[in-house]
């Protein structure tokens, strides 16, 4: 083969992967993700048991037992308290404060754990949109507007498989990519 026709056959193979993976990002970025209608807070407050997750970098010492507590505190925002068990045996928490984001049911929330005197910097403020959440109030999802980050949450340490799988589909149609999962360990699995 002629090095003009390499040259040519590598440009097309080149132009070829990048149309295909400019439309793949292209078909995820025209796909907004889904909240829930409306969230009712004072039924989310309470315990909720993380079930999987995307990996993260502020998780990464978490090896078992990840939980988050919320509750609503005397100025109307969210007080987060959450804990996992780190691989020496100890617990390690991370007290934040979360707010919503809209009108008084909105499923979108912003949530910090800087300090309070950072708290007027954009980037200390993560999205925490409530993208699955079962009528009773027992199971749910929460993601960001870029799908970088998933949890998985229940009030009981494990859900049922079916229940589980369920949400999964659910997930995969609003593009989740559930390969990135995670399964969180509860103690009594170690």
């Known amino acids: 083969m002629s090095y003009s026709k390499l040259v040519s056959l590598s440009l097309f193979l080149s132009a070829f992967f990048i149309q295909g993976y400019a439309h793949s990002q292209a078909t995820v970025a025209t796909t907004p993700v889904k909240t829930i209608p409306s969230l009712d807070v004072s039924r989310y407050m309470g315990t909720w048991y993380e079930i999987s997750k995307f990996p993260n970098w502020f998780q990464k010492k978490c090896v078992s037992n990840t939980k988050a507590i919320y509750s609503i505190k005397h100025d109307g925002n969210l007080q987060v308290l959450n804990s996992c068990k780190i691989a020496n045996g100890?617990?390690?928490?991370?007290?934040?404060?979360?707010?919503?984001?809209?009108a008084q049911d909105s499923p979108k929330l912003e949530v910090r754990f800087a300090p309070e005197w950072l708290s007027f910097l954009p980037l200390v403020w993560g999205d925490y949109w409530v993208i699955e959440l079962d009528s009773q109030y027992q199971v749910a999802a929460v993601s960001d507007p870029k799908?970088?980050?998933l949890w998985v949450l229940s009030r009981t340490p494990q859900i049922a498989p079916k229940v589980y799988d369920d949400l999964m589909l659910r997930l995969q149609q609003q593009q989740f990519d559930i390969r990135k999962l995670e399964k969180t360990m509860q103690q009594n699995e170690l």
């Open 90 to 102: 100890e617990t390690s928490l991370a007290e934040g404060v979360a707010k919503q984001i809209g």
């Open 147 to 149: 799908r970088e980050y």
